[in-house]
């Protein structure tokens, strides 16, 4: 237990992780109260649902670059303070159009994108933040943790939603969200500036996007699990849009059951996040394309689950494959990043993540639309398990064991391990010095 919850023992990370579950408890409320009453305007349409989800995410095509480049050269903890006081503002005036009435889907449309634009520059700078308040070290336990609050709140939100709907609709879900990114910005505020590891000194004042393209192309270990991630997300993390059309036109049921859909996929996505704090290296290759395959598998099973209590068993064991798989790509990406380049490298990482939700959104919608709710579903577990069954077949032929013309790479022990890996942060620091490309001064030791 003590080496479960270990960065705890870390004041400001303690602060972060409070913070950011009461904020995103709220937002999974949030995510749950907005589809409902999308489907309630459109006729449970999932062409609907699949334009909203577009417009949420597709300013993450066109900023999130530019977010990890605020990240690399500015102060973490200020842009996340305005990101979400932005963010707060936004959603208390849906909140208080909702509760008006006459909201209309273009409206809704219009504050998703406007949301999606502050979450473009918040979630690559919020991923990057992490290592700043733990170290290297501790980075795989805390990255763990967050994913463990998160799933938490994942759990309790869409079953609070599912209940607080039913008693007094959406509206007051929604203010209840708003007033939740406090929560999030007091804890940003509590935080000691002095006890951050090596964010603010010596920051780069001339950090470029191109520069952290370069750098990522020079890394086949980082391209490999980005890639996976990239049609991970195309077409299997559609969870938000096939869910609430599995609940209503599949199974015939309310808001309640799909409040029950949505954590028991958090609940096996939980369980995978406490699994993982054990972990204090980087994972291997191995384990990235593991995890792709069987989340693919099972995600396609559960589109063709028989009944209800079928699909809850599939959804926990599904929810426990993705978060493995996620977690375990950003852990490879991070731990494999040298510390200047993190935040471009991981807006990279969001962009594909999160900015590929639009066009994904749309195509799983028209299938879902086309074909039923359960090939939505299907049709996405079964890319998803072919893309791990390729990557697996390119790590067989030695692509992206090592960054490419560097020589630096897994080891032979690690690529034989079991995924959890034992990289020191000062071997690791080694390694990320090593692909850099050529006349890029190294790292400060301790950085």
Same mark, same amino acid.
């Given at each position: 237990?003590?080496?479960?919850?270990?960065?705890?023992?870390?004041?400001?990370?303690?602060?972060?992780?409070?913070?950011?579950?009461?904020?995103?408890?709220?937002?999974?409320?949030?995510?749950? *109260?907005q589809d409902w009453l999308v489907l309630g305007l459109s006729g449970d349409s999932g062409t609907a649902l699949g334009a909203i989800t577009a417009a949420q995410f597709a300013p993450v095509l066109l900023l @999130?670059? =530019?977010?990890?480049?605020?990240? %690399?050269?500015?102060?973490?903890?200020?842009?996340?303070?305005? $990101?979400?006081?932005? $963010?707060g503002v936004l959603a208390l005036a849906l909140a208080l159009w909702v509760v008006a009435g006459g909201v209309r889907l273009w409206h809704i449309g219009v504050f998703a994108v406007l949301l999606g634009a502050v979450n473009a520059v918040e979630a690559p700078t919020r991923m990057s933040f992490i290592s700043e308040?733990?170290?290297?070290?501790?980075?795989?336990?805390?990255?763990?943790?967050?994913?463990? =609050?998160?799933?938490?709140?994942?759990?309790?939100?869409?079953?609070?939603?599912?209940?607080?709907?039913?008693?007094?609709? #959406?509206?007051?879900?929604?203010?209840?969200?708003?007033?939740? =990114?406090? $929560?999030?910005?007091?804890?940003?505020?509590?935080?000691?500036?002095?006890?951050?590891?090596?964010?603010?000194?010596?920051? *780069?004042?001339?950090?470029?996007?191109?520069?952290?393209?370069?750098?990522?192309?020079?890394?086949?270990?980082?391209?490999?699990?980005?890639?996976?991630?990239?049609?991970?997300?195309?077409?299997?993390?559609?969870?938000?849009?096939?869910?609430?059309?599995? *609940?209503?036109?599949?199974?015939?049921?309310?808001?309640? @059951?799909?409040?029950?859909?949505?954590?028991?996929?958090?609940?096996?996505?939980?369980?995978?996040?406490?699994?993982? @704090?054990?972990?204090?290296?980087?994972?291997? $290759?191995?384990?990235? &394309?593991?995890?792709?395959?069987?989340?693919?598998?099972?995600?396609?099973? /559960?589109?063709?689950?028989?009944?209800?209590?079928?699909?809850?068993?599939?959804?926990?064991? /599904?929810?426990?494959?993705?978060?493995?798989?996620?977690?375990?790509?950003?852990?490879?990406?991070?731990?494999?990043? %040298?510390?200047?380049?993190?935040?471009?490298?991981?807006? #990279?990482?969001?962009?594909?993540?999160?900015?590929?939700?639009?066009?994904?959104?749309?195509? @799983?919608?028209?299938?879902?639309?086309?074909?039923?709710?359960?090939?939505?579903?299907?049709?996405?577990?079964?890319?998803?398990?072919?893309?791990?069954?390729?990557?697996?077949?390119?790590?067989?032929?030695? =692509?992206?064991?090592?960054?490419?013309?560097?020589?630096?790479?897994?080891?032979?022990?690690?690529?034989?391990?079991?995924?959890?890996?034992?990289?020191?942060?000062?071997?690791?620091?080694?390694?990320?010095?090593?692909?850099?490309?050529?006349? /890029?001064?190294? &790292?400060?030791?301790?950085?």
């Amino acid at each position: 237990m003590r080496r479960t919850f270990q960065s705890l023992s870390v004041r400001n990370f303690r602060l972060y992780a409070l913070g950011q579950l009461m904020s995103v408890t709220c937002t999974w409320m949030m995510i749950v *109260a907005q589809d409902w009453l999308v489907l309630g305007l459109s006729g449970d349409s999932g062409t609907a649902l699949g334009a909203i989800t577009a417009a949420q995410f597709a300013p993450v095509l066109l900023l @999130t670059l =530019y977010g990890g480049r605020l990240a %690399d050269r500015h102060d973490k903890r200020r842009i996340l303070v305005l $990101a979400n006081l932005a $963010a707060g503002v936004l959603a208390l005036a849906l909140a208080l159009w909702v509760v008006a009435g006459g909201v209309r889907l273009w409206h809704i449309g219009v504050f998703a994108v406007l949301l999606g634009a502050v979450n473009a520059v918040e979630a690559p700078t919020r991923m990057s933040f992490i290592s700043e308040l733990v170290g290297s070290e501790l980075l795989p336990n805390a990255s763990a943790l967050s994913a463990a =609050y998160f799933n938490t709140a994942r759990v309790a939100g869409p079953a609070l939603a599912g209940l607080l709907i039913s008693g007094y609709g #959406v509206g007051p879900v929604m203010l209840l969200n708003a007033v939740s =990114y406090l $929560a999030t910005v007091v804890s940003l505020l509590l935080m000691r500036p002095g006890e951050m590891r090596g964010g603010g000194a010596g920051r *780069a004042r001339d950090t470029r996007v191109v520069d952290g393209l370069r750098y990522l192309r020079s890394r086949s270990d980082l391209l490999l699990p980005i890639g996976l991630v990239a049609v991970n997300g195309l077409f299997a993390f559609n969870f938000q849009l096939t869910l609430p059309l599995l *609940a209503k036109t599949v199974f015939g049921a309310g808001s309640t @059951t799909f409040g029950l859909l949505s954590s028991s996929l958090a609940v096996g996505s939980l369980v995978a996040a406490f699994a993982t @704090t054990a972990r204090r290296g980087r994972p291997s $290759a191995g384990v990235v &394309t593991g995890g792709a395959v069987a989340f693919g598998a099972l995600e396609a099973l /559960t589109g063709f689950a028989p009944s209800l209590p079928v699909a809850l068993v599939l959804l926990a064991a /599904t929810g426990y494959a993705m978060s493995h798989f996620a977690q375990s790509s950003n852990h490879r990406i991070q731990l494999g990043s %040298d510390p200047r380049y993190r935040g471009r490298v991981m807006a #990279v990482y969001t962009l594909i993540f999160q900015g590929s939700t639009p066009v994904g959104a749309v195509l @799983t919608g028209l299938v879902s639309e086309e074909f039923g709710a359960r090939w939505g579903m299907t049709a996405g577990g079964l890319v998803s398990l072919a893309a791990g069954l390729g990557a697996w077949w390119l790590l067989r032929r030695g =692509y992206g064991l090592a960054a490419s013309g560097s020589g630096a790479g897994d080891t032979a022990d690690e690529v034989r391990a079991s995924g959890e890996g034992a990289v020191t942060p000062v071997v690791l620091e080694s390694y990320a010095e090593r692909a850099l490309p050529s006349g /890029t001064p190294t &790292t400060r030791r301790g950085s």
